[in-house]
């Protein structure tokens, strides 16, 4: 896991989603290829119904990982111009929040 962000998880479970519909939708050209020899007017009509479905699917997987993107980098952004206009802030925040952590830890382990 990315500590510095505390993504790492969220990344690896999106990742792995996008690699299960990546693969789903590979599947589905396959079918598709292996169908394209059967002609008939009703396999023609569902053939080309899939493949503007697949086309659909494929933008729209890549418009959300682009929109992903620019929102992550745009948090990015903010956080950053946070911190360097309240730095002071930002310290004494890390600092309760590590106390308390510190504190649940040690009485957990006792």
């Not at 990015?76 to 206009?85: H, I, K, L």
């Given at each position: 896991m990315d500590t510095?962000?505390?993504?790492?998880?969220?990344?690896?479970?999106?990742?792995?989603?996008?690699?299960?519909?990546?693969?789903?939708?590979?599947d589905v050209e396959d079918l598709t290829r292996a169908i394209k020899n059967v002609e008939t007017p009703e396999i023609a009509r569902v053939r080309a119904k899939v493949r503007i479905a697949l086309a659909a699917a494929k933008s729209a997987l890549s418009d959300s990982a682009a929109q992903v993107r620019v929102q992550a980098k745009q948090m990015?952004?903010?956080?950053?111009?946070?911190?360097?206009?309240n730095p002071w802030q930002v310290v004494g925040v890390a600092a309760v929040v590590g106390l308390v952590l510190g504190m649940l830890m040690t009485r957990r382990s006792d």
């Open positions: 510095a962000t505390g993504t790492g998880d969220t990344r690896d479970l999106r990742n792995a989603h996008n690699g299960n519909l990546t693969d789903f939708l590979d990015s952004q903010r956080t950053d111009g946070y911190v360097r206009d």
